[in-house]
């Protein structure tokens, strides 16, 4: 795997990869997120932002346009992260409330329940659907 790490005007690098839009990718992406979270001694997001990335990760693969996501791991303050995944579709992200018998439908409100905020920014390309974790323990 290589990392990707740039520096940000709040002096925090980021780390970001391009993946293929598949659904193997979750696994770098979550090793990408707890990778980011060690360096910045954020261990208590690690485990929350891994399963948050899986999440938006599978939305892309279903969703998505292109042959390629961007995941970007950044530390947008002291105790926050900010994972997000960008892919070329315009479509944005809908919650929905699945039946009981469903087997799919409840990412995003997995990701609300984790992330102190989470939305999707549109962009002449595509999109890019992004969650805040808080530090915690």
């Known amino acids: 795997m290589t990392v990707t790490t740039t520096s940000r005007p709040t002096g925090h690098p980021g780390y970001?990869?391009?993946?293929?839009?598949?659904?193997e990718s979750?696994?770098?992406?979550?090793?990408?997120?707890?990778?980011?979270?060690?360096?910045?001694?954020?261990?208590?997001?690690?485990?929350?932002?891994?399963?948050?990335?899986s999440e938006l990760v599978a939305n892309a693969v279903r969703h998505a346009r292109r042959d390629s996501i961007r995941?970007?791991?950044?530390?947008?303050?002291?105790g926050t992260v900010r994972v997000a995944v960008a892919d070329f579709s315009r479509a944005l992200p809908e919650p929905c409330t699945p039946k009981d018998d469903d087997e799919g439908g409840?990412?995003?409100?997995?990701?609300?329940?984790?992330?102190?905020n989470w939305g999707a920014d549109e962009r002449r390309w595509g999109k890019v659907v992004w969650a805040d974790l808080e530090e915690c323990g």
Request: a positive charge; hydrophobic letters at 55%.
């Open 106 to 116: 409840r990412g995003l409100t997995l990701v609300a329940a984790l992330a102190s």
């Open 71 to 78: 995941v970007v791991v950044e530390r947008v303050a002291p």
């Open 26 to 53: 979750a696994a770098t992406a979550r090793r990408l997120v707890r990778a980011a979270c060690a360096a910045w001694g954020l261990h208590g997001a690690a485990e929350n932002g891994a399963l948050v990335v």
């Open 16 to 23: 970001s990869e391009t993946l293929p839009r598949e659904p």
